[in-house]
């Protein structure tokens, strides 16, 4: 069982750039998969990044460039580095693990999930 609390979320100006933190419990965190997906008011979810147990990442092509995901085994945290960042970009982010180890970007291919932390980027 891996529990996933994210933090960091908060109201920020375009233009502006954020870290978001995902801390997970559980002995086996650097086996897992972890990834990172967000959800706007009235649409789907949608996947932001991905890392796999071996530190491949996968990133969507709208963030390429700008966000960068990285973990620290240490501490049982991955984290998701945005900049320039776009109002377009509002949304819920959540984290995500999976038991498989792989940078994937499907979403039903995580096993876990935390409860999301609110990003606002004003005009």
């Known amino acids: 069982q891996v529990q996933l609390v994210e933090s960091g979320g908060k109201l920020v100006q375009a233009g502006d750039s954020l870290t978001l933190s995902c801390a997970a419990s559980?002995?086996?965190?650097?086996?897992?998969?972890m990834g990172w997906f967000r959800q706007a008011p009235g649409k789907e979810r949608e996947f932001v990044a991905a890392i796999s147990w071996s530190g491949r990442t996968n990133y969507a092509d709208s963030v390429k460039g700008r966000f960068t995901i990285s973990t620290d085994n240490a501490k049982n945290t991955v984290y998701l580095q945005m900049s320039s960042l776009k109002p377009e970009e509002t949304a819920v982010y959540y984290c995500?693990?999976?038991?498989?180890?792989?940078?994937?970007?499907?979403?039903?291919?995580?096993?876990?999930w935390g409860q999301g932390t609110q990003v606002t980027v004003s005009s």
């Open positions: 559980g002995r086996t965190f650097s086996n897992y998969g």
């Open positions: 995500a693990a999976n038991k498989a180890g792989y940078a994937s970007v499907k979403g039903h291919e995580y096993e876990y």
